[in-house]
Antibody
């Protein structure tokens, strides 16, 4: 059974940093692109970033470029999101998601339950 | 403002069919067959219903179908059931990024 379990969320002050983790199991992690998608309270979904199987390609939404870094450790079956210079508008539930097949853009076929990030003073 | 435009709400009675539209541009929906649809119940993670415009993942009911014409994609749900009441989001590749619609709340009357 495919499982994605996020951790690392919490309350952080504006300008602060946080590192999210996603532990994957039940599939061959190294054969899939992986993504982070966020959802502000009561709002819609927003794609944040994705990363290729070997980590050689990474893409980001414009609003987080230069502040967030996506990475992965295939030996540990783990996905990460380093978030720096956090702003109030980054407050959201952050979901880890697996990209279907070997593609980067076909669709996110498995999702974790999310970890909540709150940016507030 | 979301990149893709969806109606805020739709409704239907059990057994009926409904269609949710998702309007983008020639830079996203219109240029790529990489539209996906997600169902989200309150407090739950999204679930993939349709990928690559019209393909269904294994385990997804054939009551859900997707299509595309020009810059507009559509999700049709036939034989509406009470458990279909949820939020639905469309999504498209847009050139090295992904864009979502604002979401549509489906109410089953």
């Amino acid at each position: 059974e495919v499982q994605l379990v996020e951790s690392g969320g919490g309350l952080v002050q504006p300008g602060g940093s946080l590192r999210l983790s996603c532990a994957a199991s039940g599939f061959t992690f190294s054969t899939h692109w992986m993504s982070w998608v966020r959802q502000a309270p009561g709002k819609g979904l927003e794609w944040v970033a994705n990363i290729k199987q070997d980590g050689s390609e990474k893409y980001y939404v414009d609003s987080v470029k230069g502040r967030f870094t996506i990475s992965r450790d295939n030996a540990k079956n783990s996905l990460y999101l380093q978030m720096n210079s956090l702003r109030a508008e980054d407050t959201a539930m952050y979901y880890c998601a697996r990209e279907s097949g070997g593609s980067a853009w076909s669709g996110r076929d498995y999702w974790g339950q999310g970890t909540l990030v709150t940016v507030s003073s | 403002q979301s990149a893709l435009t969806q109606p805020a709400s739709v409704s239907g009675s059990p057994g009926q069919s409904i269609t949710i539209s998702c309007t983008g541009t020639s830079s996203d929906v219109g240029s790529y067959n990489l539209v996906s649809w997600y169902q989200q119940h309150p407090g739950k993670a999204p679930k993939l219903l349709i990928y690559e415009v019209s393909k269904r993942p294994s385990g997804v009911s054939n009551r859900f179908s997707g299509s595309k014409s020009g810059n507009t994609a559509s999700l049709t749900i036939s034989g509406l059931q009470a458990e279909d009441e949820a939020d639905y989001f469309c999504c498209s590749y847009a050139g090295r990024r992904v864009v979502f619609g604002g979401g549509t709340k489906l109410t089953v009357l």
